[in-house]
């Protein structure tokens, strides 16, 4: 698939809220869930999206940001 041959997936719970948990949203400035980040491998954020998105709908994104 194209996420796993061209990005590194991480999945984190923001559901359970701890100081840790709030430490990232504040770093990436995550303001409601869910929320999906992508960041180069300096933690860069380079693109985002914040609601639930349909295959079809990230496909498009995932394509560009493999290209750039």
């Not at 949203?25 to 992508?38: C, K």
């Amino acid at each position: 698939s194209i996420i796993n041959e061209h990005f590194v997936p991480l999945k984190i719970d923001g559901t359970k809220v701890t100081k840790t948990m709030r430490s990232l949203w504040d770093q990436y400035d995550v303001r409601g869930l869910p929320t999906v980040l992508f960041l180069k491998p300096d933690g860069e954020e380079i693109a985002r999206f914040e609601a639930f998105r349909t295959v079809k709908q990230v496909v498009p994104l995932l394509n560009d940001l493999k290209d750039n």
